[in-house]
């Protein structure tokens, strides 16, 4: 079975300071990692991925995350937090062979507050 | 613009009634999906379907009707059975149902609150 933590529901950063998000997973196997963002009563958007490659992937607005398969995480970092970055960030896993989305495991989010 | 519209963004419904809520995507996408979300849980799977005519439930998928008579459309039928069905639902599509790199493109969601 697969699964995914986050460990803290929620991060307050001060804007400006650098901000990490953490992911850990559980998987057998390689696997495929996604950040996803949510803002208030809206749905999830994509926001970046790692497939294979470099384990360092840039997203957008300065975000990005890095693969680390020995501590099996996959946290999110950006180097200077802005208010506009406040939301509910979620991790997720997949396994490459996987069949369906019934394979894709969602973490419980971490509410990302920065403040002015 | 493709996306995927999921309606209505807020019901309400009393206890003992079915709702019915809408999911259309007009990216061609073959494979679809229904996720619940609650606070501090993340996303539930309810029930996904990977082509027309066929759907598997999920993790959660007691309480819960699907049907996808089209490619476009894929409803959630929460029934009176569902015994704490006030959450906020997404509906999601991918390209393909099986492997590929790609990621789930969501609906902005249902809120559902039961009366």
């Known amino acids: 079975a697969q699964s995914v933590a986050q460990p803290e529901d929620q991060v307050n950063v001060a804007e400006g300071n650098p901000l990490t998000v953490k992911c850990t997973y559980s998987?057998?196997?390689?696997?495929?990692l996604f950040w996803y963002v949510q803002y208030p009563n809206r749905g999830l958007q994509f926001f970046l991925k790692?497939?294979?490659?470099?384990?360092l992937v840039k997203g957008s607005y300065g975000f990005e995350a890095e693969f680390n398969k020995s501590q099996t995480s996959f946290h999110l970092k950006k180097p200077s937090a802005l208010v506009s970055d406040s939301a509910l960030y979620f991790c997720?896993?997949?396994?490459?062979?996987?069949?369906?989305?019934?394979?894709?495991?969602f973490g419980s989010g971490t509410q990302l507050t920065v403040l002015p | 613009d493709g996306g995927i519209t999921q309606s209505p963004k807020y019901l309400f419904r009393k206890e003992g009634q079915n709702v019915t809520l809408s999911c259309e995507q007009n990216?061609?996408?073959?494979?679809m999906y229904w996720y619940r979300q609650d606070p501090g849980q993340g996303l539930r799977l309810i029930y996904y379907s990977q082509i027309v005519n066929d759907f598997q439930k999920g993790d959660i998928a007691e309480g819960y009707s699907v049907s996808r008579e089209k490619k476009e459309s894929f409803p959630l039928t929460v029934t009176s059975a569902q015994k704490n069905p006030t959450a906020f639902y997404l509906c999601?599509?991918?390209?393909?149902?099986?492997?590929?790199?790609?990621?789930?493109?969501f609906g902005e969601g249902s809120r559902l609150t039961v009366l």
């Open positions: 998987v057998s196997g390689n696997p495929y």
């Open positions: 997720a896993v997949r396994l490459p062979l996987s069949g369906s989305a019934r394979q894709l495991t």
């Open positions: 990216l061609n996408h073959d494979a």
């Open positions: 999601a599509s991918k390209p393909t149902a099986g492997g590929g790199t790609g990621e789930l493109f």
């Open positions: 790692y497939i294979t490659g470099d384990n």
